[in-house]
């Protein structure tokens, strides 16, 4: 491996150590880099110059991201994977036993292996910049830390504070880490190296006091150190913390308990157990079947970040390229139309024009984002000039004044056909001849939008997901006519808006929605069946979905859901049909939780409960036990299956963007790794036998699609290579 480490000699008599891996984009803490670690720090230690030394990126924009996952997606061996832990906690201990005092100079991304080796250190200065966030995310891959964050971040920050971080693996800004004192300081980035410089000769004048340790006692840390100073405090603190781990995985995911198990043997056996424990929890847990897919899915997300999604030239090189959208318009100031114009306002940039009927709705709009900043201000990731800044850049409008410079424009009015074709034939009259007409319809075909459209070739699909600012996932929809450049625009602005996309072809409920549709329908099937809501729910839940599908149901809207149903019903024929009772909650005005009134009851503060009395509008008493399993594969298949009727169909691209598209737009738990993981890791023959048995007790909803017959009969897998491309040849005549 080429050499990613050097050391400048400054004239203060300070060593700065360079981390710079040539021809990569980040440092990734490689095996083959740890001997130059080695070698350098006996250099380092050889010269009787120096006094101090900082150790800083070269990279732009990122200090370090810790381990390379695409080299533990590659180790099958548990014992191999626990060694390479073992080599880092020796190196870590290098870095914190060195004789000179060792300051970190951190500047944009900080994470994992790159925190690890910061808490090895005797003091971390931070830039102030926006781009550095510091944090321990390797829960959110099933994983722990492996080179000793669970043993030096409690030394640091305590032990409430660092459970905190490592278990809900979340990155913090400079601001949040100094007031919890996991850096000492945060200055402007042009100061940084001469700030850590100047801390390590004044760490080398006086007694060196230790990696982690502090001077004075810090009165907001009374209550932790109450609890983390005595047998009985520590105990609540860690008993506490697995009621929270379990409340939110349901344990689905080991990771977060064999966090709490490995800091708490460091605190209570000491630093060379914990080591022990960290280690054997960091080789179990990377060869898991829910790290396994979690990191497929942290890969997936990564090359979607380099996809070009048209072929033939490369994305930025193409004469068709993506042009860069200098402003953008939003129809509608509702729940969707302003959480777009806030990911494009405070994630982008950019300026928005935001229309709306009236004044009150536009009113509404404004004060959500308002809201939505203010929370930011709260949380430290902003300052109240920032939050100013930010909201002059969202201009409302009641009519179409502006939208003549608008590059872009996004509608998202209700979900009805004739109003989406009316606001799009009067946008076209007022924006410029070249403008993108793009619709966040959840279902309705593009094709059928586009048909009002002077230019249809500019005309595309931005399918975001509630709510905006929140979920991750951009669906852009292309017809058989979208032009090229369209696609990579529309594609550039979701990942400026800072979501992760995935383009799929046009056609009714898409892919996302398509394959929603029939889980809530079976969910709301088993009410009708006399199976409790709050049993549906809870078993949903159980598997690993963050909310129940009659929750979710409320969320999206009954009646908006009875109308996507509809759409579904006229494409696909009574396998896609609205289930019985669903007439019945609209008649009764039960449209969830926008009007207080669903398969719960809200109280307007945030509270809900299963309300009793729809079981008498929908005719039935909920006495029928089932067991939660059999409720789980009822409703989990039906959307499996739909997921590959729409490969087969060729509405998607690739097995890999109906994973991600599942899991981050719709809460597959994504320790399943997406609908075609569960199909490669069940069977699809398995699965195919399921539906088949379903198929003759419930009907033809359940018939199994012909991509899981073709692939059950030939063995195929996604995984390895061998299913049939999307849109191809399956068996029974084709994708129908």
Not at 88 to 102: E, T, Y
Not at 301 to 328: A, D, I, M, N, Y
Not at 487 to 502: D, E, F, N, P
Request: with cysteine; aromatic share 6%; hydrophobic share 40%.
């Amino acid at each position: 491996m080429t050499q990613a480490l050097t050391l400048e000699r400054r004239d203060d008599r300070v060593g700065v150590l360079w981390f710079d891996v040539p021809n990569e984009d980040v440092n990734l803490l490689r095996p083959q880099l740890v001997e130059q670690f080695h070698t350098l720090l006996d250099d380092i230690e050889r010269d009787g110059d120096l006094e101090g030394v900082v150790i800083a990126s070269g990279k732009e924009d990122h200090f370090s991201a810790g381990a390379d996952v695409n080299l533990l997606a590659e180790l099958d061996s548990r014992e191999e994977i626990t060694a390479l832990a073992h080599d880092a906690h020796r190196l870590m201990d290098r870095v914190a036993n060195l004789s000179l005092p060792v300051v970190a100079a951190i500047h944009g991304t900080c994470v994992g292996g790159g925190l690890e080796l910061a808490l090895a250190c005797d003091a971390r200065i931070a830039s102030e910049a926006d781009a550095t966030h510091l944090g321990l995310p390797e829960v959110k891959l099933g994983l722990v830390p492996g080179a000793g964050g669970t043993q030096r971040l409690p030394e640091v920050i305590g032990i409430e504070e660092a459970l905190n971080l490592i278990l809900t693996g979340d990155t913090i800004s400079p601001k949040e880490a100094v007031a919890l004192g996991l850096i000492d300081e945060a200055v402007p980035r042009w100061i940084l190296l001469d700030v850590a410089a100047e801390h390590a000769r004044q760490l080398a004048s006086s007694s060196r006091s230790g990696s982690g340790s502090s001077d004075g006692f810090d009165m907001d840390r009374v209550r932790a150190l109450l609890l983390e100073d005595n047998p009985a405090g520590r105990r609540v603190l860690f008993h506490q913390a697995e009621e929270r781990v379990l409340a939110r995985t349901h344990g689905n995911l080991p990771a977060p308990l064999r966090a709490i198990d490995v800091v708490r043997t460091g605190i209570e056996e000491g630093r060379a157990a914990g080591y022990d424990a960290e280690a054997n929890a960091f080789g179990e847990l990377a060869t898991s079947s829910q790290a396994r897919e979690l990191i497929y899915l942290f890969q997936a997300r990564q090359e979607l970040k380099g996809e070009t999604w048209v072929g033939g030239s490369t994305f930025e090189e193409s004469s068709q390229g993506p042009r860069t959208p200098r402003k953008v318009g939003v129809l509608g100031a509702g729940l969707m139309g302003s959480g777009i114009a806030y990911v494009t306002a405070v994630e982008a940039g950019l300026p928005v024009r935001m229309k709306d009927i009236d004044h009150e709705k536009l009113r509404a709009g404004l004060q959500s984002i308002h809201k939505l900043l203010t929370h930011q201000v709260r949380e430290g990731a902003l300052t109240a000039w920032e939050r100013t800044v930010t909201m002059t850049r969202v201009h409302p409008t009641t009519d179409y004044s502006g939208f003549g410079r608008a590059d872009l424009v996004i509608e998202a009015v209700i979900e009805d056909l004739d109003v989406k074709q009316q606001v799009l034939e009067e946008v076209q009259e007022h924006a410029p001849d070249d403008v993108i007409l793009a619709s966040n319809t959840s279902s309705i075909p593009i094709a059928r939008l586009a048909e009002v459209a002077n230019h249809p070739e500019r005309v595309i699909g931005m399918h975001y997901f509630s709510p905006v600012p929140k979920l991750p996932l951009l669906e852009v929809i292309a017809t058989e006519q979208t032009a090229p450049d369209v696609i990579r625009t529309a594609v550039r602005l979701g990942r400026q808006q800072g979501k992760t996309v995935i383009v799929v072809n046009d056609g009714p409920g898409f892919y996302t929605t398509r394959i929603l549709a029939p889980y809530m329908s079976e969910a709301v099937r088993l009410v009708m069946e006399g199976v409790p809501i709050e049993a549906v729910d809870g078993a949903l839940v159980a598997y690993g979905f963050p909310m129940g599908p009659l929750r979710l149901l409320d969320e999206v809207g009954i009646d908006t859901a009875r109308e996507i149903m509809v759409i579904m019903r006229d494409a696909f024929g009574e396998r896609m049909g609205a289930p019985p009772g669903i007439e019945a909650l609209i008649d009764d005005e039960r449209y969830g939780e926008k009007n207080g009134r669903g398969f719960y009851q809200y109280d307007g503060n945030g509270g809900e409960d299963v309300d009793e009395s729809v079981y008498q509008v929908l005719g039935v008493k909920p006495e029928r036990s089932l067991d939660a399993s059999t409720i789980q594969e009822r409703c989990v298949l039906s959307m499996v299956n739909e997921a590959a009727f729409c490969y087969g169909e060729g509405i998607l691209r690739s097995a890999r963007d109906g994973n991600v598209g599942a899991v981050f737009g719709l809460g597959y738990p994504p320790f399943l790794g997406g609908p075609f993981r569960t199909i490669d890791n069940q069977g699809a023959r398995e699965i195919m036998e399921t539906l088949e048995q379903y198929q003759s007790q419930h009907g033809a909803r359940f018939a199994p699609a012909p991509l899981l017959k073709t692939m059950a009969e030939g063995g195929l897998s996604f995984a390895a290579g061998t299913a049939p491309e999307p849109g191809g040849p399956v068996r029974e005549g084709g994708s129908s």
